[in-house]
């Protein structure tokens, strides 16, 4: 009998438990279905209220960056890839490089590369003026990076300040006369003999090949100034007053020409006076 009984009661709070268990499911359902419902209004409001995000992801591009995106798209697409990203082996991503390094490297002939090795070599320029400003334009509106300003570079430079700047910043791979000189790996520093004004500017923002970039917490905009107008208007204008400057390379071959001409004239010298006594 207690046996029946005990059976009775647990079928009995069975029965009770389960209003409860249905009721729990219930409430559980209704808050996913309000929390659902509470993201898909904050999704749709969001919608109407910033329509301009999905827009923001792939910006138009202004009337110059894109003729310099054809222009992109024929001769460098090969080797910096569609959405100049990169391309393993064969370029560099020019993704935050900005139009200065498109001024440094396509003005000065040395982009598109001839083939790959250590450096990139100096040639003439296969772009116009336009057209390199357009690229530049291109790869600044499609990644952003360091801009050479508009206008003179040279206004109201101070040429003795240059000068102390360049001995300092820059002589070590330019060498004081700014004839250039070899580096390791097959690198080297070039002459700045034949660089404009926006390129010695582009070079030290962009810093290529082993150059350091000199940002304008580095060297200011008023010191870059002063180092550009040194280097055109005094190493440039130099008129090598003591004679021959030996391509400006410093005492390594102010000392072989010494040796090669100095030493071996002292030898014949001493062999003819030798010979007539």
């Not at 064969?90 to 250590?118: D, K, N, T």
């Not at 520093?189 to 070079?203: K, R």
């Amino acid at each position: 009998m207690t046996s029946d009984n005990d059976r009775r009661r647990g079928l009995l709070a069975r029965l009770r438990g389960r209003p409860a268990a249905r009721s729990r499911g219930r409430r559980r359902l209704g808050a996913a279905f309000r929390l659902i419902a509470a993201l898909t209004l904050a999704g749709g409001a969001y919608t109407v209220f910033a329509p301009g995000v999905q827009a923001q992801e792939n910006p138009p591009l202004t009337g110059a960056a894109a003729e310099g995106r054809a222009l992109f798209d024929v001769s460098c697409v090969t080797c910096h890839g569609r959405n100049a990203q990169g391309v393993e082996g064969r370029g560099p991503s020019l993704i935050g490089v900005g139009s200065a390094s498109v001024e440094f490297q396509v003005g000065s002939g040395r982009m598109p590369m001839a083939r790959q090795e250590a450096q990139a070599m100096r040639k003439p320029p296969v772009f116009t003026d336009e057209q390199v400003r357009q690229l530049g334009q291109y790869i600044q509106e499609l990644g952003g990076g360091p801009q050479v300003p508009q206008g003179n570079l040279r206004e109201g430079a101070n040429l003795a300040t240059g000068g102390e700047l360049f001995r300092i910043n820059c002589s070590q791979c330019h060498a004081f006369g700014g004839g250039g000189g070899a580096l390791s790996s097959g690198k080297y520093a070039p002459s700045l003999n034949p660089a404009s004004d926006a390129q010695i500017y582009a070079a030290m923002l962009s810093g290529p090949q082993n150059m350091p970039v000199f940002g304008d917490n580095q060297i200011t905009p008023e010191q870059k100034a002063d180092i550009i107008a040194y280097i055109q208007e005094t190493l440039k204008a130099d008129q090598d007053q003591g004679g021959f400057n030996l391509g400006r390379y410093g005492p390594s071959t102010e000392g072989l020409a010494i040796f090669l001409v100095g030493i071996v004239a002292l030898v014949f010298t001493s062999l003819w006076i030798a010979g007539k006594s």
